[in-house]
């Protein structure tokens, strides 16, 4: 009796194993192939530098619009769901989650080419997922407010265990919104204002170089004189009133230690690293000529900037477009300065937590330097439960910080703030103009603003190399 058992587990084994074998095609096992393939193919550098439209064409609206990678991309999903758990999107209540959009783009790429799903379809709320009908694959298919609720920050691509890149085919289906004009009003502003103006707040360009008028010496015009290192401010840098004193304080750090750094005036635009985030790609590309003509004009060796975003289209996406000098954060040339000896500042001896920029840390790779500047200004740095390439964004990127958010159960910048708060800080450091803007509103939420000061790492420079002082919390 055991030995006919024994045979005829045998053959229903063999049965299984075949039929299971034969299953893999058509279902999600697909991803034990997939995944390995995508992982080979996998290139970060494609988020940092978002690839242009198909030629001819404005956004996807088709099958044939995505690449072989993104397509592979969506058939190595293993729904772990480890980009569902670290995105603030989802997090703050918005209908975006990363792993039900590759899902969902998956699912409808399978029933479009008329693939049999067997025992691997789903279904979800249509404010998250597809209405898998026959409407634009941006709108109805994946819906207007889950691709606008995307902040760009990259954790998802970051933490994706099989190498998706959920970013750039996200950006490429909010370009066809774009070209179709169904966007929010206060970003259709923000766009008319950049397109008018060359700024999002919509001033004058005359304007742009007004935070200068508060200090006691000139700033270099870098295209009338040369100089070692042009600083691009960026748009919050030069006209949020909140932010001028810190563009001011950092003009005295650099007056005060010697270095030759000079600006663009009114010929400074937009860099567009948002812009380009929204998927308004024409105006992208009309702001990168009207730098490049800025830059021409100018006489210098390495350009700086105060704006992680700003940082990353000009290190990253530029030099396609000619740029060849080298692009430095701040927080970089504030190091240089400390290292080289250049300046001796004293331990301030404070507590105070660090705050990782999307832009500069996950898309960019810098962690270490505004550690080193913060330890070498004599500060006890205490870690955040997500810090480093885990750091929670602030909610501003990818063009949200032009778009409504009441509609959130709890604001990005709010939940991060929440999380310094029991760290026993006195100071917020951060190192991104939106970073300050955003947290500063954040801490008035939360009503601690009296117990946690939110502060820019060159507000503790200042204070350490006595160009300035500050108030003690």
Known sequence: SARAIHAWLWWVHVGMALAFVAYIPWSKAWHMLASPTNLAVRDLATTRRIPTPPEGKTGYDSIDDFTPRELLGFDS?????????????????????????????????????????????????????????DGALAGDVIVDKTLWSCT???????ICPVGIEHVPTIVQLRSSLVDRGEMEPTLQSALQNIATQGNSFGKSARMRARWTKGLDF??????????????????????????????????????????????????????????????????????????????????????????PHTFNTLRNEYPSFGLDKPVLHYSELLAILMFTEEV????????????????????????DTPRAVIAGLGCDLVEMPRHGANSFCCGAGGGRIWMDDSYLEERPSVNRIKEAQGLGVDYFVV???????????????????????????????AEATEATELVDV
């Open 77 to 133: 999903c293993t729904k772990c769901g480890r980009c569902h758990a670290v995105c603030p999107a989802r997090t703050a209540g918005a209908p975006l989650s990363p792993r039900d959009f590759i899902l969902d783009l998956r699912q409808w790429v399978d029933r479009s080419r008329h693939v049999p799903l067997l025992l691997d379809t789903e279904t979800r709320p249509v404010a998250s997922g597809p209405l898998l009908t």
């Open 152 to 158: 760009t920050c990259m954790a998802c691509v970051e």
């Open 218 to 307: 000139p700033i270099v015009d870098a295209r009338k004189e040369h100089v070692e290192y042009l600083w691009f401010l960026g748009d919050f840098a030069s006209f949020d009133e909140r932010l001028m004193s810190i563009s001011q304080t950092l003009a005295k750090v650099l007056n005060a230690s010697g270095v030759s750094f000079g600006i663009l005036f009114d010929d400074e635009r937009n860099a567009g690293n948002d812009v380009r985030r929204v998927g308004e790609e024409g105006l992208f590309e009309m702001l990168v000529e009207q730098n490049m003509e800025a830059f021409s004009k100018a006489s210098f060796d390495k350009i700086f900037t105060t704006d």
């Open 344 to 367: 001796a500042p004293r331990s301030l001896g404070r507590r105070v937590t660090y705050h990782d920029p999307c832009y500069l840390g996950r898309y960019n790779r810098i962690f």
């Open 431 to 461: 190192a991104c103009p939106k970073d300050y803007a955003m947290f500063s509103d954040a801490v008035k939420t939360v009503g601690i603003e009296d117990s946690l000061k939110v502060i820019d790492i060159v507000e503790l420079f």
